[in-house]
């Protein structure tokens, strides 16, 4: 059965300090994708990672994936408010003639002044 | 902005009705997702057509059915409504099925009552 863990579910940070959101899954996966959102609103679409050792960064974000280890992370650099959010991983397979696409739990991220 | 739209942004109902969500995706994006976020079960995906066939489905309820229409908006029909279906309801949409970028709509938020 696959299965996503985030962790920390919450995450408390000051500014300009660095952290890792991990993201761990139980099977093989087809793609890794990352998405943020905003208290209350919809979802916005981050990186999408496809292969053993990918890596995407964008401007403070960068994410890599390892599929060996059934793991990927968010590495935050700096952090600053604006990056206040709610992250969350998902990932796929089709396996069998069946899809699964399942998300983590989210890691609620608070980045104080 | 991301170019998606849901119509209607509030919904509610009483348990055993039906109701049918819209959502019309960013100009020439073929394939649509529906997913649904509660605060009970998380995030779930729940159905993707990609050029007005079903491409993948997810946890999808019996009572719950889908279609894209040949303009490729798209509604998430919902029947037999029971007091748990109450969520957030969002669409995204993406160029192709294969795992691109999605872009997300603002979500419909429905209650049962």
């Known amino acids: 059965e696959l299965k996503v863990e985030q962790n920390p579910l919450f995450l408390s940070m000051q500014e300009g300090k660095n952290y890792t959101i991990y993201c761990n899954y139980s099977t093989t996966s087809d793609r890794l994708y990352w998405y943020r959102q905003d208290p209350g609103k919809s979802l916005e679409s981050l990186f999408v990672l496809l292969s053993n050792g990918a890596v995407k960064q964008e401007g403070r974000l960068m994410a890599s994936l390892d599929t060996k280890a059934r793991l990927s992370t968010l590495h935050i650099t700096a952090a600053v408010h604006d990056l206040s959010a709610t992250y969350f991983c998902?990932?796929?397979?089709?396996?069998?003639?069946?899809?699964?696409?399942?998300f983590g739990t989210g890691t609620r991220l608070k980045v104080l002044a | 902005d991301s170019g998606v739209t849901q119509t209607p942004k509030h919904l509610i109902t009483a348990t055993g009705q039906r109701v049918t969500l819209r959502c019309s995706p960013r100009s020439g994006d073929l394939s649509v997702y529906w997913y649904q976020q509660s605060l009970d079960q998380g995030l779930q995906f729940l159905i993707q057509y990609y050029n007005g066939e079903e491409r993948a489905k997810g946890n999808i309820l019996e009572r719950f059915s889908a279609q894209q229409f040949p303009d490729l908006h798209s509604e998430l029909n919902l029947s037999s409504l029971e007091l748990g279906d109450s969520a957030l309801y969002f669409c995204?949409?993406?160029?192709?099925?294969?795992?691109?970028?999605?872009?997300f709509g603002p979500g419909t938020r429905l209650t049962v009552l």
């Open positions: 998902a990932v796929d397979r089709y396996a069998s003639g069946t899809y699964k696409y399942i």
């Open positions: 995204a949409s993406s160029v192709d099925g294969d795992g691109n970028e999605q872009f």
